[in-house]
């Protein structure tokens, strides 16, 4: 059974940081696209950022871009998202998936294409 667990949410004043972290069990991972995505309240889910387990280029949402760093620990089966200067629009259920297709690079960014999803952990920034 696949199972993506996630760690690390919580409550954080602007400007602050948060590492999440997924745990990845009951999939053998190879190439696949991994990635982070959230809901924010009243939106749809959307993408943060995805990579390809086996490497290569990181696609981020363009918010995110030089706050967030998606990253992964092969050994561990672990994918994790450091989030720095966090502000109120980055408010959301943080999630992460992976897919179990075989995706051109273009695919990678799309929530459509991915299978497996973890549970959410709530991040909230606010003062």
């Known amino acids: 059974q696949v199972q993506l667990e996630e760690s690390g949410g919580g409550s954080v004043h602007p400007g602050g940081s948060l590492k999440l972290s997924c745990e990845v069990s009951?999939?053998?991972?190879?190439?696949?696209?991994v990635g982070w995505f959230r809901r924010a309240p009243q939106r749809e889910r959307e993408l943060v950022a995805a990579?390809?387990?086996?490497?290569?280029?990181?696609f981020y949402k363009d918010s995110v871009k030089g706050r967030f760093t998606f990253s992964r620990d092969r050994a561990k089966t672990t994918l994790s998202l450091q989030m720095n200067n966090l502000n109120p629009d980055d408010t959301a259920v943080y999630y992460c998936?992976?897919?179990?297709?075989?995706?051109?690079?273009?695919?990678?960014?799309?929530?459509?294409?991915?299978?497996?999803w973890g549970q959410g952990t709530q991040v909230t920034v606010s003062s």
């Open positions: 990579q390809r387990w086996g490497g290569g280029t990181t």
């Open positions: 009951g999939y053998s991972l190879s190439n696949n696209a």
């Open positions: 998936a992976i897919s179990a297709r075989n995706l051109i690079a273009s695919e990678i960014r799309k929530i459509e294409q991915y299978d497996y």
